[in-house]
């Protein structure tokens, strides 16, 4: 009922910026927290930030200070902005919404992006 597309990962120098984005095609988009997920090479799948429908944000430790997580509702849209980006931010972004508002308990997920951190 909910697609969710990723876009925007690539291969970036450390301490570069990349920003992704996730468009959600489908409904009550206002009723999801949206979140961003990655997993490294070998590495569970972790929180990074997450955002409420309020635009209440929270952050793992590891990318306070340099991620910065935001949502545009009229383009049912989720924003990933990535700063000072090292090697170990290399992973797998997905992202994610997850219903909090309204009837049922739905959760969807992205294909995921690429993102690499290489010098």
Not at 7 to 23: E, I, N, T
Not at 71 to 94: F, G, I
Request: hydrophobic share 35%; net charge positive; charged share 15%.
């Amino acid at each position: 009922q909910v697609e969710l597309v990723e876009s925007g990962g690539g291969l970036v120098q450390p301490g570069g910026s990349l920003r992704l984005s996730c468009v959600a095609f489908g409904n009550f988009f206002s009723t999801y927290a949206m979140g961003w997920y990655r997993q490294a090479l070998g590495k569970q799948r972790e929180l990074v930030a997450i955002i409420s429908p309020g635009a209440s944000t929270n952050y793992a430790d590891s990318v306070k200070g340099r991620f910065t997580i935001s949502r545009d509702n009229a383009k049912t849209t989720v924003y990933l902005q990535m700063h000072s980006l090292k090697p170990e931010d290399t992973a797998v972004y997905y992202c994610n919404a997850q219903r909090v508002i309204g009837i049922g308990n739905a959760e969807y997920w992205g294909q995921g992006t690429q993102v690499t951190v290489s010098s």
